[in-house]
């Protein structure tokens, strides 16, 4: 394609030379014949004079053609006038002197002529002599014969042919040399460039004819006034020459500067694009990132939740397809992870999560996925396996690598992890659900303590049961389908009424009362427990003054409340009970508050601190379920309490012969040295309650003595004053004296 141009200027310019020796060619023989056949007779002294200074005049008034190098003057006047009285021979030869002294007058301007457009331009001049005087030799019969004795009509149509004939064969050439250096069509800049030449040709020729006249007749004053208007027609065609000339160049400059517009347009266009195109790749780029970011864990780069659930749904409808690949879910959660958190720092457990991150990618297949959910949360999707131990397996390889130690920062860490496993079936119809099972599973696991459990139905039936249950718990206040229910706490050497435990109960609308080890660990888990043990507290505190202004003799009756360990979280809680204890207004010593052995040893500072504050409103403070926990007796003895309450598993199972026996022994023997009183509970028979007498309990509660009961019952127990006295026939002071002393010589054991 970039030889095409080359060709193309190469064939013009031949064309050009071509065309440009042949016109010099015909103009040398133009010369020669002119010089051969001039007529030196008819030539006389003035002739040369004259000639000189017509072609100074006449080269002088001269016109540029616009949007060409070409120039056109009135120097056709001469070789008019050289035709007329001297033939055709000089005004050939004429005609090529005033083109070389125009050629030369021009350069010493500045227009550049080079010798080539010299030696066109004479044989143009004289190529279109030749023809002019053919032509008039072929149709009037001669010039000179015409002028000396032709009629006025014979004088016009040989004028009108001598301008025609010079003006068509001078616009021919230009025209032909032109078109093909503008590679446009002769007839198109004929038009549009020589056609204006022609009132030029037509002023030279009246001119001519003019000046032939008067010399004839030999009238000065007609010869001048020829001159004037000669020159006054050339100047106006030279200024509207001029006029169309400066148009074209304004043209010109206006065309140049759209180009040049046209350009910068280019340039900022291309530049505009080229800015787009950069722009295009970085929003590429940032679209990529922000996929990656979308899909990805910031921490570990493994793929997140997002990625995770669109790989589990493109593998489900792909199971459904084919249900021969199974794949399996495997969630994962570390155990023991906040631990660690709140000892080391919280970037030693990211580099921890980002440690066991590579050993579960290191572990799985290039066709399975690991993924980071969230904290310690991991996910792993097993492809194509065959059963259920496949996965199980893979789990157990897990927790062997997982169990193995970590070295973070120059320190050992450990870890294990509670996986729960779901195995794709017919049954899922959206990926979410898999993964829910797996997780179901995985909480399952993690409360039982076990390295893994595949899930089962019954474990979404368990877990949308307790969900339901939550639902239903958050309304029951409000729906007052929670009550309090009241049972004795007695005093054992007396066995009479010293107060209530507050127990709550609920009564679900379509599932009755709910038992108590359902909801409350429910309650504990979602913080509801908070809000009902103030409602409980509220309740029980109000009952009980109304108890102790029923009877004179009930005033020294005490409530007992369960506190929750949520309530070591809340800084006001202390305050929270103030105002219960204010808007009741009971006697702060008539309230116990029981709580449990875990609770205060989990953080046990801060037990400390809470249950100093308690204590400082007037409060009876109890430590229940004591024996069940890990106490430490560095603490025990710090605890600001007043009570001791023994487990029901321990009473239950004293009669069995077994070491639970000796606990209970050895608890109350710890809390007659330590000062503190001691309740049992769950006692049940009448067996039970003479080792604890023997033993020296002081307080008791169970079914030997009531069940849990409404208010309504409560107040029938508060009415009747003896209704324990005849459980054992030996209740009398000296049975009591004796029974304690038997009791004191065991502890001396």
């Keep these: 394609m970039r030889r095409f141009p080359n060709c193309f200027v190469t064939r013009k310019e031949k064309i050009l030379e071509i065309l440009l020796w042949t016109t010099v060619s015909l103009g040398a023989v133009s010369c020669a014949f002119a010089i051969i056949n001039l007529p030196v007779s008819s030539i006389d002294v003035t002739f040369p004079f004259f000639t000189m200074a017509a072609i100074a005049v006449t080269t002088f008034l001269q016109i540029q053609l616009p949007r060409t190098k070409m120039h056109f003057t009135i120097s056709d006047s001469v070789i008019f006038v050289a035709l007329m009285l001297y033939g055709g021979e000089v005004g050939i030869l004429i005609a090529i002197v005033e083109s070389i002294y125009t050629s030369f007058k021009l350069k010493r301007k500045g227009v550049t002529i080079m010798p080539r457009t010299l030696l066109l331009n004479c044989a143009i001049a004289a190529i279109a002599t030749q023809a002019t005087v053919l032509v008039a030799r072929g149709t009037i019969g001669g010039i000179q014969a015409t002028v000396d004795s032709g009629t006025p009509t014979d004088f016009v149509t040989m004028m009108s042919v001598l301008v025609a004939t ?78 169309l000339r400066l148009t074209a160049d304004q043209a010109d400059t206006a065309e140049r500067q759209r180009a040049e517009q046209a350009e910068r347009h280019i340039e900022e266009l291309q530049h505009y694009i080229r800015e787009q195109e950069r722009t295009s790749e970085e929003l590429r780029e940032s679209r990529e990132r922000y996929r990656h970011a979308a899909f990805h864990d910031g921490l570990t780069n493994l793929p997140n939740r997002n990625l995770f659930i669109e790989t589990l ?188 435990e507050a127990l709550m109960r609920w009564n679900h609308p379509q599932r009755g009362i709910i038992p108590p080890n359902e909801f409350i660990p429910v309650a504990e888990e979602t913080g509801l427990i908070v809000p009902m043990t103030l409602w409980i507290l509220q309740r029980s505190c109000s009952q009980m003054v109304e108890w102790q202004q029923r ?105 069995d012969g077994t070491e639970n026996g000796e606990i209970v022994r050895t608890v109350i023997a710890l809390g007659k040295t330590l000062g503190l009183s001691i309740v049992a509970e769950g006692i049940e028979t009448i067996h039970q309650l003479h080792q604890l007498r023997i033993l020296g309990c002081e307080y008791g509660q169970g079914y030997l003595f009531s069940r849990p009961v409404p208010v309504e019952e409560a107040t029938v127990i508060l009415d009747d004053k003896s209704r324990w006295q005849n459980i054992i026939p030996d209740n009398n002071p000296a049975v009591v004296a004796q029974n304690r002393e038997f009791s004191r010589l065991r502890l001396a054991k």
């Design 313 to 500: 749904k493109f593998l489900l409808e792909k199971y459904k397809r084919t249900p021969n690949r199974k794949f399996a879910v495997l969630s994962l959660d570390l155990n023991r992870f906040k631990t660690i958190n709140e000892s080391l720092g919280h970037s030693v457990g990211d580099r921890l999560i980002s440690h066991v991150a590579k050993r579960l990618s290191s572990l799985v297949r290039e066709n399975d996925l690991v993924a980071r959910f969230s904290g310690d949360s991991f996910g792993v999707i097993l492809n194509n396996i065959q059963m259920a131990d496949d996965a199980v397996q893979f789990a157990r390889l897990i927790q062997r690598h997982i169990q193995k130690p970590f070295t973070i920062a120059g320190r050992q860490v450990f870890t294990d992890a509670s996986i729960g496993i779901s195995i794709c079936n017919s049954n899922y119809e959206e990926a979410e659900d898999i993964l829910r099972d797996a997780d179901i599973a995985m909480y399952h696991a993690k409360d039982k303590t076990k390295e893994c459990i595949v899930f089962d139905q019954a474990m979404h039936t368990r877990a949308m049961t307790l969900l339901q249950l939550e639902t239903d718990l958050r309304c029951a206040i409000d729906r007052d389908e929670l009550s309090v229910y009241y049972q004795p706490i007695v005093d054992l050497a007396t066995m009479k009424l010293i107060g209530f």
């Design 166 to 243: 010079q003006f068509m064969v001078n616009s021919l050439f230009v025209a032909v040399f032109a078109a093909i250096r503008s590679d446009k069509p002769i007839w198109k800049v004929w038009y549009e460039y020589c056609l204006n030449a022609l009132l030029m040709f037509l002023t030279g020729g009246f001119l001519a004819a003019v000046v032939v006249k008067a010399l004839h007749n030999l009238e000065p004053v007609l010869i001048g006034v020829a001159f004037v208007v000669a020159v006054v027609v050339f100047l106006t065609y030279k200024r509207h020459i001029e006029e």
């Design 551 to 655: 009877a004179p003799d009930n005033a020294s009756l005490m409530i007992s409340v369960n506190l929750s360990g949520k309530h070591f979280a809340h800084s006001d809680i202390v305050e929270q009970i103030r105002r219960v204890l204010l808007e009741t207004n009971i006697k702060a010593s008539s309230v116990k508050l029981e709580i449990t052995e875990s609770a205060v040893m989990e953080n046990a500072e801060t037990a400390i601190a809470l249950l100093k504050n308690l204590r400082s409103l007037g409060l009876q403070l109890s430590i229940d379920d004591f024996g069940t926990g890990y106490s430490s007796l560095s603490y025990l003895h710090r605890f600001p309490i007043d009570m001791l309450k023994v487990d029901r598993s321990f009473v239950g199972t004293m009669e």
